[in-house]
């Protein structure tokens, strides 16, 4: 099955020489030329990774990134004009996987692209009889070694998301304003909180493993090699 990227750019010309080079490499491409646009894609089907740009007419590429990241961990690469160092860092923070700043080779995208997909895998593609993590979208449960674990709502939504992205340090920031629904009333200390009770009901079920890392002054990150 071919990857689906979705590219939101509003200058045609950079969109069609995205495109023509992504889908030389055997991708399949969605274009729209508005953040507002993005969202029916999204909504509309799979989608693999988005090249978003900063410079958009009608919303500003940063305040996209972080609305997506509220529901999605789907791999974002950003398009920026900006040079300011300040802007690359804030795009990564906030939860961008890399970045291209323009003027660009449309052929040096599509191996950032290709690397990026190739760091993502989804968590379905790896199932084995004997896996480390099962997760029930349907029934939004999550067994570990074969053993459901008993989470609340937000356990449930942290976990997952770690499951999704393995290796992938996220900051509190992120983990807040993917999963909590009011999360500028929320404290640091609160995803501290339930990241130590998803820890202690791993424990409960393999004492010998501790699958999540802790990256100190940054944030959390489930193992890579689970």
């Known amino acids: 099955m071919k990857h689906r990227i979705l590219i939101v750019e509003d200058e045609p010309a950079i969109s ?3 495109q023509f080079v992504l889908e030389n490499e055997g991708l399949e491409t969605t274009r729209v030329g508005t953040g507002l646009a993005a969202w029916p ?5 799979a989608i693999d990774l988005i090249i978003l740009d900063i410079g958009l007419p009608d919303i500003n590429g940063i305040d996209l990134l972080k609305e997506i990241r509220r529901t999605r961990t789907t791999p974002i ?3 920026t004009a900006r040079t300011s160092e300040i802007d690359r860092v804030l795009g990564l923070e906030v939860g961008a996987d890399d ?8 052929r040096e995208l599509a191996a950032r692209v290709k690397a990026v997909l190739r ?3 989804p968590v379905a593609a790896a199932k084995t009889a004997a896996q480390t993590f099962d997760v029930n979208p349907s029934k939004r449960t999550i067994a570990f070694f074969g053993t459901a674990l008993e989470l609340s709502k937000y356990e449930y939504e942290i976990l997952r998301r770690f499951i999704e992205r393995k290796g992938h340090v996220f900051s509190r920031e992120q983990l807040m304003n993917m999963v909590w629904d009011q999360p500028e009333t929320s404290l ?3 995803v ?16 010998d493993l501790d699958p999540i890392v802790t990256h100190r002054g940054s944030g959390y990150s489930l ?4």
């Open 192 to 207: 501290d909180a339930h990241i130590k009770n998803i820890r202690a009901k791993l424990r409960a079920v393999r004492p």
């Open 99 to 106: 970045y291209v700043a323009k003027p660009f080779s449309p």
């Open 16 to 18: 069609d020489n995205i």
């Open 223 to 226: 193992r890579d090699d689970l």
């Open 77 to 79: 690469i950003l398009l």
């Open 119 to 121: 760091r993502y895998q």
């Open 188 to 190: 640091d200390r609160t």
């Open 41 to 45: 894609v999204l909504e509309d089907g």
